[in-house]
């Protein structure tokens, strides 16, 4: 408790007044009045609040509330021995700021350049993506069904297709349709015969494989170059 809120707090005991009393005659609240007498100026809302509920709440007990006003500006001035800011204070401060701006400005530049690398790495692996792509489709363009239905005739002889593309025999009569396909390279096959899928993988190297259909073979090659098939049709006995 400093000396104005002493003063207060002793002066109103011998009064035998209580913190209502004193609320309902001055029209300053109980938890102001509080305040005052325990040194708890932060709680009162300002400066001017303070000084004047300090002279009201006196001049009601009979103190003189302009002395009062005058002992607590004194408590709440800096004390003498405090010794005053010299000039050379204020540069360090500038000093302090300037460092903190050159650090700042420091990470800055280094989040920028993490930022410009990322970039440029993005921008790169799209570059390549796109170079790839070409060859991509280049290579999915190769892929080709063939397609054949046994409509050929009783004379007709085995012909061989380039990989890729759509052979067909001529036939009159429905009779079995051979296809022989030898693997000169790795090449991802799928066989579709008659609407059944008989076939679907890699074969290896150098592998022959056939396959045979009443009406209709279907052939997907992922690198058609790497294939040569033979499309034959196959007589009854």
């Not at 070409?134 to 050929?152: D, F, G, H, L």
Request: glycine share 8%; hydrophobic share 35%.
């Amino acid at each position: 408790m400093d000396m104005v809120g002493n003063l207060l707090y002793t002066e109103r005991r011998k009064k035998g007044l209580e913190i209502v009393d004193i609320e309902q005659s001055t029209g300053i609240r109980g938890v102001y009045l509080t305040a005052l007498e325990q040194g708890k100026y932060e709680v009162l809302p300002g400066e001017v609040y303070i000084k004047g509920f300090i002279r009201n709440y006196g001049n009601f007990l009979g103190l003189d509330g302009a002395h009062l006003v005058h002992l607590y500006i004194e408590s709440v001035a800096p004390s003498a021995g405090t010794p005053p800011v010299t000039p050379a204070t204020v540069p360090a401060a500038k000093k302090n700021v300037s460092d903190i701006r050159f650090q700042f400005s420091k990470k800055t530049i280094s989040t920028l350049a993490v930022l410009l690398i990322l970039g440029i790495s993005s921008w790169g692996l799209y570059a390549w993506q796109q170079s790839q792509s070409p060859k991509t489709s280049e290579k999915s363009r190769e892929s080709a069904a063939i397609k054949t239905k046994s409509t050929a005739t009783t004379n007709s002889s085995p012909e061989k297709s380039p990989a890729g593309a759509v052979s067909s025999v001529p036939s009159t009569s429905s009779r079995p349709v051979v296809l022989v396909a030898r693997y000169n390279d790795r090449c991802w096959t799928s066989v579709i015969a008659d609407g059944k899928t008989l076939y679907e993988g890699i074969p290896k190297l150098n592998e022959t494989l056939t396959w045979e259909a009443d009406r209709q073979i279907v052939v997907n090659f992922g690198n058609a170059a790497a294939v040569e098939n033979t499309l034959k049709f196959s007589r009854d006995s």
